[in-house]
């Protein structure tokens, strides 16, 4: 039975609370700290990893979503894609330009984060879904579009704060290094959102 999105989100998932379980009492403090960090950002990648599988195995055989249909290509992926076919037709080979077409896609869309609330809508769009935000609220009681779009931002700007700046704590003369501070419980509850999260994105 093959792989699906949500199977391969899971995955991810499974691993970010694997690293909590590292977080104990005979771990060095700040290791267990970075634990933590490393769970969350391996939690929002589980999110990514949704959107790009789901994306990727967008049918291509009938018109596409417009957003999926303006994704930006490397002209070098194309001239490949039509070399191959130029090359396949003179040596009578059977040619399957649209799994090389997908294999384009799937390198393009790695470039791309679907993290925050406006890229994972971006992300839905190419998937041919809009006006999403409520129907993932009714999915997720008591939480309302906005809420769901405030939790997802703040969960997306402390993995961007601990993937791009090291979770440094920002001062305006700083005399030492600090760092955030961040809470096995605090890293928990944002996984269990995010998986129910994700969940409520595969059963749209």
Do not use: C
């Not at 977080?23 to 990648?45: C, M, W």
């Not at 957003?67 to 003179?90: H, S, Y």
């Not at 390198?107 to 129907?135: D, H, Y």
């Not at 700083?174 to 999260?197: G, M, N, S």
């Amino acid at each position: 039975m093959p792989v699906t999105p949500l199977d391969a989100a899971t995955d991810v998932m499974s691993r970010a609370r694997g690293l909590l379980t590292l977080d104990v009492a005979s771990t060095p403090q700040i290791l267990r700290e970075d634990l933590r960090r490393a769970a969350l950002a391996f939690g929002v990648a589980s999110l990514d990893t949704y959107m790009h599988w789901a994306i990727r195995t967008t049918a291509l055989d009938g018109p596409l979503p417009k957003k999926l249909a303006e994704l930006e290509v490397p002209f070098g992926d194309m001239l490949a894609i039509a070399r191959d076919a130029v090359t396949a037709r003179q040596d009578d080979v059977n040619h399957r330009p649209t799994v090389k077409a997908r294999n384009a896609l799937g390198k393009a869309l790695v470039t791309q984060t679907f993290q925050s609330p406006r890229s994972i809508e971006r992300g839905l769009q190419m998937l041919g879904k809009t006006n999403v935000w409520s129907r993932l609220a009714s999915q997720l009681p008591p939480a309302t579009a906005v809420d769901l779009k405030e939790r997802l931002g703040n969960i997306a700007y402390r993995r961007n704060k601990i993937v791009h700046e090291g979770d440094l704590t920002r001062l305006q003369r700083p005399q030492k290094i600090k760092y955030e501070q961040i809470t096995a419980a605090q890293v928990a509850d944002d996984l269990d959102w995010l998986e129910a999260f994700i969940k409520a994105l595969a059963a749209l």
